[in-house]
């Protein structure tokens, strides 16, 4: 099968992959008929994260192609959507509503599902059916339900969005313009959403930000509060992963209120001293998106949400190289790759 595997910094190729076979009886392969490139693609991408002939993705839908022995949830041909994180929706933890941090986690990306096949452990625990065949439309939201809507919904519900709650959102990629979605899809009164970009500001307010912040750092801490009578947000999401973004969004919210973090970071340092007198809940981490693809589907199937909007660039898989470049050059915001 054709994937991509990125060979070194820099280095995007589409090559020849071994086809997938089933191993462990609670396996499938999934034929995948779309998949794409996460802005945490972009560690490897750019040498932050060690890349060595890595095969990358971790975000996909397709079709079952085959099963194992112990599959009971799913049949051959069914279409699936999964989480970006391998869990067996059994172990205490994932009936806690934690299936990222599941005894038997695995990451998707660890699989790389910018590929035509991929074979999926714990499919029974980590796939999700779909009612039918999707639109080609359908696709694209469901395939954005595999990772940043499901993430931004975490980070959303992780900072208790809500009705009668000021939202803050820093980061407006396309977690942040999920988290946006999220919080007016859980009935926020308010919705602050924190861009430079005109685009994506536009996306904002489409998806239900009431409420644009230009700021960014002590100025963007000092419009939330004077937009919040001096008390900062209700809820903040951080979805971006730096230094600046993370105090920017501590410091945004209110004594008492709750931070979701979803930003993949490496660096960060949260100096305990400004932790300890923000005085905030704060909850976080790789999204459980298993707890509510069940529920982003059916959103989706009902026509409510419109998520699949975030790929502003759709290429074919074998053209994935430049679909890196526009990412890292944020000449896009996520890239959908076709197959
Ligand atoms: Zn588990």
Known sequence: MRGVVIHAPGDVRVEEREDPTIIDPTDAI???????????????????????HTPMGHEYVGVVEEIGADVKTLKVGDYVVGSFVISDNTCEICRSGYQSQCVHRTFVAQIGTQAEKARIPYADGTLVATPGEPTEEQVRHLLAASDVLGTGWYAAVAA???PGKTVAVVGDGAVGLMAVLAAKQLGAERIIAMSR??????????YGATDIVEERGKAGIAKIKELTDGLGAHSVVEAVGTQESFMQAVGATRGGGHLGYVGLNYEVQIPGIRLF?????????????????PDLIRLI??????PGKVFDLT???EEAAEGYR????????????TL
């Open 30 to 52: 999934v034929r995948l008929t779309a998949t794409c490139i996460c802005g945490s693609d972009l560690w490897p991408y750019r040498g932050i994260e060690p890349v060595d």
């Open 160 to 162: 208790e969005a809500g």
């Open 197 to 206: 970009h005109p685009e994506r500001q536009a996306l904002a307010r489409h």
């Open 277 to 293: 007198f923000a005085g905030i809940r704060a909850e976080g981490g790789p999204a459980p998106v298993r707890r509510f693809l």
């Open 301 to 306: 199937w009902d026509g409510a949400i419109d």
């Open 315 to 317: 290429l074919p898989l």
């Open 326 to 337: 526009a990412m890292h050059e944020r000449r896009a915001t996520k890239v959908l790759l």
